[in-house]
């Protein structure tokens, strides 16, 4: 199931942390503010969540660090000594291109789909991080009954 609490993420990173806040410029003065970290560091901090993102590009799929953390992931520098981390709990991205999870070792993100014509090339060719290849068969299309569901959610 995916969760949608606030907004859909503007980027995401290696380690999965989520930014739906500000991109470019300083925390005090960013090129771009958008809603702000509203209720992402708790939601991923104690429930399970999976993203969907629209459109898979390196402006997206972000090399280094996300502009700001506004959603907590798997990276070991952002720990506090002491601190509780057990219920991070990231487990599937879907994207235009593929499907992803944090499967790998130390939660790296892995690609385990690919959607209809996408390649892993295709995919890694527009992600600003190195992904694992874990691609079990392309991801299946929707069902009539699916297909039903969505038409009516639509």
């Known amino acids: 199931m995916l969760r949608r609490h606030h907004g859909v993420p503007t980027q995401i990173d290696r380690f999965g942390q989520i930014n739906l806040s500000q991109l470019g410029g300083t925390h005090k003065q960013p090129q771009t503010q958008m809603l702000g970290v509203r209720g992402f560091p708790g939601h991923t901090i104690y429930h399970p969540n999976s993203f969907f993102f629209p459109a898979h590009t390196t402006r997206v799929f972000v090399e280094g660090e ?24 990231l487990r599937t991205i879907i994207t235009n291109l593929c499907v ?9 993100i892995r690609v385990v789909s690919l959607h209809p014509g996408c390649t892993f090339d295709e995919v890694q060719a527009v ?3 190195a ?10 299309l929707p069902s009539a009954e699916q297909r039903e569901i969505i038409a009516k959610l639509d």
């Open 127 to 129: 992600t600003g991080f």
């Open 100 to 108: 992803m999870d944090f499967g790998g070792s130390d939660n790296a």
């Open 131 to 140: 992904l694992i290849d874990a691609v079990t068969g392309e991801t299946p």
């Open 66 to 89: 996300v502009d700001m953390v506004s959603g907590v992931g798997y990276n070991p520098a952002k720990r506090i000594p002491g601190g509780n981390y057990s219920g991070v709990n």
